[in-house]
């Protein structure tokens, strides 16, 4: 498969928006308050299912092999921290955005937002059930799945719902510019 320079730019500006977004950061307990999710939104809702998909395969990829662009460092290890269950989520999230925005005829608040929360449960449902298995199984500690979703969810999603309505509203505003611009491949009805 061959990648155009300017799609090959793209996926590298958002997996690099993505990596931004986790050093803006505030520090809790197990799993800190990011921006990581809004740029993973952004890549799918601007790049469609398969170059948002690449831009967080990317970010990730990064992370692994060992620059420290994840909130808490890099590296392969990094897959025994409990929060690395939420960036395989963001993988995921920005296809599952993709999928469901890229061929939207029309762009309005609730057709983009339904998509958007739609990722968002994709984050909350690889990430909670890893937070829970890496806490219980690797680190040895004893916590009830009801007390990962209170730790790596409920203090999280007003704002990640917000965020979600930013990315929405954002885009009913952006992606109608940008295809009239011919720089979003959305197809329009």
Known sequence: MRMKTRDMILVALFAALTAIGAFLKIPTPIVPFTLQFLFCAFAGVFLGARLGLYSQLLYVGIGLAGIPIFTQGG???????????????????AYIIGKLTENLG??????????????????????VPYLYIIINQYLGKPMSFMAAVK???????VQDVLLSALVAFTATKVVPILRRAGYVGIKQN
């Open 151 to 157: 730790v790596g969810l409920v203090p999280y999603i």
């Open 75 to 93: 590296g392969i290890s990094y897959i025994f921290q409990p929060t690395f269950g939420y960036l395989l989520g963001f993988i995921c999230c």
């Open 106 to 127: 029309e762009v309005k608040f609730a057709n983009v937002f339904l998509p958007v929360a739609a990722g968002l449960a994709a984050v909350y449902a690889v990430g």
